[in-house]
């Protein structure tokens, strides 16, 4: 018999908040992926640097990976404060930190709509900065590809990091309330209610 819509989407979120988070319980999977989270943007940090030091002189996206690289390590600072929280099962501190990622995500989103607009009518100056036209290619059909590349790269980048975004904020929000209420407690009996 064929599984109905409804059944199927249940199954499927038999991995996601607010009973589990992936392939985990809630708290563990909140966890894991907070530090997953926290490792790779050291590693983003590091790129961003990297890139920052081999940009040509005078290049038109400098300003942005400088923008990038401060966003990495603020997220460093919120990432380790978010994983505090959650090791110690502080639900105050962890109703903060998916508030303020939810404040984040706004900010990212906007400001990479604006980068993203600077360089789609700078397109010139952004083309110039990364080598120019490649021989054998038409100026005007190289210009609207980078263009459209540009373009596309925010909108799939916004989908895809704003939708995972909101389903890491939502099993935050989820573990806080469950800590808040003491579904989950701490095992060493140390849960703590204030955001001391």
């Known amino acids: 018999q064929k ?40 590693i983003g940090a590091i790129y961003a640097i990297y890139s920052i030091v081999t940009i040509p002189d005078g290049a038109f996206y400098v300003g942005q990976q400088v923008a990038f690289a401060i966003i990495y390590f603020i997220n460093i600072g919120l990432l380790t404060f978010g994983f505090t929280a959650v090791n110690t099962y502080n639900a105050p501190r962890i109703s903060i930190f998916w508030k303020v990622l939810v404040l ?7 400001s990479s709509l604006i980068l993203t607009i600077l360089a ?38 916004a989908a895809v990091n704003g939708g995972f975004t909101l389903w890491y904020v939502w099993a935050c929000k989820v573990l806080a309330d469950k800590i ?8 060493e009996g140390t849960t703590t209610s204030s955001t001391a």
């Open 180 to 187: 808040q209420t003491e579904e989950i407690k701490n095992p």
């Open 104 to 110: 984040q995500l706004i900010l990212v989103l906007i």
């Open 120 to 157: 789609v009518v700078n397109i010139d100056d952004y083309i110039a900065s990364t080598g120019g036209v490649p021989q054998g290619f038409d100026a005007r059909t190289y210009r609207e590809s980078v263009s459209f590349f540009i373009v596309s790269s925010f909108v799939v980048n």
């Open 3 to 42: 599984e109905s819509t409804l059944h199927l989407v249940l199954r499927l979120r038999g991995g996601c908040p607010p009973e589990r988070c992936c392939c985990c319980d809630l708290y563990s999977g909140v966890k894991i992926w907070t530090i997953i989270f926290l490792v790779l943007t050291v």
